[in-house]
C-alpha cells in the first residue's frame, strides 16, 4: 500500500481512508492475511491513530476485515450466503432452525424484554441459551426468555443442567398452539459474554435481532439473538419477510 495526502479532500479524512483501505486489500492483500500494525499503519498514510481506527471499524463493519483474538486485524472472505433465516411459523428448537441448545436457567430479565413479555416484576422467567454454528465457527448467540407460566409442566421435568435442560423448556414451549411471531433487527455492541461466545472483542459491531412468539393468551417467549455484524447480512424476499444470511467462513 502506498502513501497517500488525505489534507485536501472534503470529506472526513476517516471516510477516504476506509476507501483507500478497501481498495489495497482487493489489490494487495489475500483472504486471511494479517494487516500491518496501527502504528505502522497510521504513519504510512500520515493520519491519526484516532481516524485510522475509524477506518478500521467502518471496514469491519461492512464485513471487508475481521478482528481476531490474539491474532490482530485479518482481511475477511467475501460473503457468501447461507440462510439462517428461522419459519414464521414455528417454535424455537424445532429440528429446522438449525439452533444447538447449551442451556437452561432462572435469569435476571432486562427491562426491555420483560415489557416485551408483559411479564410482571419478580415473575420467574427461564433463559435458554442457544448458539448457531456454522461450518464450527458460531454464529450468533441467543437467549430465549420464557416465562414459567408458558411452561406449567416443566416442574414435572427432572432434567440435568446443560443442553438436556434446555431441550425441556423447548419441548413444554412446543406444546402450546402457536398463533404468530414478529422480528425486529437493529445494530447493537456485543455484551462481553456475547464476544467471548462469538470470538469477538467486546463492543464490536453485531446485529441484535429480537423475535416475539404468540399464543392466543399473549406473548409465550422472546428471544434475543446476537449475530456477528461481519458474518451476516440481511436479505428482503418478494413476501417481505426478514432473512438473514451469513458468510462461509473459509478455514485458516
Known amino acids: 500500500m502506498g502513501t497517500t495526502q488525505l489534507e485536501s479532500v472534503p470529506e472526513p479524512k476517516y471516510w477516504h481512508l ?11 492483500f489475500a483472504v486471511g492475511e494479517i494487516l500491518p500494525n496501527e502504528r505502522e499503519l497510521a504513519a504510512r498514510f500520515g493520519v491519526a491513530r484516532a481516524t485510522l481506527r475509524q477506518a478500521l471499524e467502518q471496514l469491519e463493519l461492512e464485513g471487508r476485515l475481521q478482528r481476531r483474538r490474539g491474532v490482530g486485524t485479518t ?13 414464521q411459523h414455528s417454535w424455537p428448537g424445532e429440528s429446522i432452525d438449525g439452533w444447538e441448545p447449551v442451556d437452561a436457567a432462572e435469569a435476571v430479565v432486562p427491562s426491555a424484554v420483560l415489557k416485551l413479555l408483559g411479564a410482571a416484576p419478580g415473575e420467574l422467567v427461564l433463559a435458554v441459551r442457544r448458539s448457531r454454528v456454522e461450518q464450527g465457527q458460531v454464529l450468533a448467540a441467543e437467549l430465549l426468555y420464557v416465562p414459567a407460566s408458558s411452561v406449567p409442566g ?3 421435568i427432572d432434567a440435568p443442567a446443560g443442553p438436556a435442560r434446555a431441550r425441556a423448556v423447548m419441548r413444554e414451549l412446543q406444546k402450546l398452539v402457536l398463533d404468530g411471531q414478529d422480528r425486529s433487527v437493529e445494530l447493537g455492541s456485543a455484551r462481553a459474554e456475547d464476544a467471548k ?4 472483542l467486546p463492543g464490536a459491531p453485531v446485529l441484535l435481532v429480537t423475535t416475539r412468539y404468540f399464543t392466543a393468551a399473549g406473548t409465550a417467549a422472546v428471544s434475543v439473538a446476537t449475530y456477528r455484524a461481519d458474518t451476516c447480512r440481511l436479505t428482503f424476499g418478494d413476501s417481505g419477510d426478514v432473512q438473514i444470511t451469513h458468510d462461509a467462513q473459509v478455514a485458516s
Open 18 to 28: 476506509k476507501t483507500v483501505l478497501s481498495e489495497a486489500l482487493d489489490q494487495d
Open 154 to 156: 416443566l416442574s414435572a
Open 197 to 200: 461466545e462469538l470470538d469477538r
Open 75 to 87: 482481511v475477511a472472505p467475501p460473503r457468501v450466503g447461507v440462510d439462517v433465516g428461522g419459519a
